[in-house]
Structures are given as structure tokens and as C-alpha cells.
């Protein structure tokens, strides 16, 4: 059974980084043909999907998200991170990472982790 968990601070300032680490267990990251992944949930709104980290090869990024973005994989901690730069109040979510298939279709979530943005 792969699971999931979502570390890091609850609290950023605007204008400052967000970094979460995705910590994975039950199974590999390097594993083939599986996207690790960041979903977010805005306070009232749908779930807005972020970007991911493959198996191998490069990270892949919302259009909307892409100039701020960073996702990539500690192999050896079989870790993967989110990187979101000069956040905004805006920007406030529950923020979950997952496992998707390479459909991707996401069998596998963190339990998410509240990220505020606020001075």
C-alpha cells in the first residue's frame, strides 16, 4: 500500500516561497510509469491541479502555475518537493501530493497539509 505524507511550514508570507516535501512510502518514486504529483484546494473552490515529477525525465507544470513552479524528486530520500515562488494570499489551499497512474489518474493521496498566506 503506497502512502503519502505532506510535510512543511503552515504559514508563509506573501511575496516569500512555499516549499512542501512529499515523503513516500510503500513504495518507489523511480518506479516506471507513475507521476508524482501536486494538487491544491483553494478555500471554497475545486481542486486545481499543480504539476508532477515523473518516474524519469522532466517535471511537467500548469500553464497557469508554470513561471512560479518547481517540482522535483530526492530519489534517495524518496521524497519529491514543491517549490511555488512570490506567493500571494491567493495562493492560500490545502495543498496534497499524489500518485497517478500514467493515465494520469491519481490512485494514491497525501492527506494534505493547510498553507497560508499571510503576513
Known amino acids: ?11 508563509v508570507k506573501p511575496s516569500q516561497t512555499l516549499s512542501l ?9 523511480t518506479t516506471n510509469y507513475y507521476y508524482w504529483t501536486w494538487i491544491r484546494q483553494p478555500p471554497g ?22 513561471s512560479r513552479t518547481s517540482i522535483s524528486s530526492d530519489t534517495s ?8 515562488n512570490s506567493v500571494t494570499p491567493e495562493d492560500t489551499a490545502v495543498y496534497y501530493c499524489a500518485r497517478a497512474s500514467i493515465a494520469l489518474i491519481v490512485e494514491y493521496w497525501g492527506q494534505g497539509t493547510q498553507v497560508t498566506v499571510s503576513s
Open 21 to 29: 516535501t512529499c515523503t513516500v512510502s510503500g513504495g518507489s518514486i
Open 1 to 11: 500500500q503506497v502512502q503519502l505524507q505532506e510535510s512543511g511550514p503552515g504559514l
Open 77 to 84: 530520500n524518496n521524497q519529491f518537493t514543491l517549490q511555488l
Open 45 to 66: 473552490k475545486g481542486l486545481e491541479w499543480i504539476g508532477y515529477v515523473p518516474w524519469s525525465g522532466s517535471s511537467f507544470y500548469s500553464p497557469s502555475l508554470k
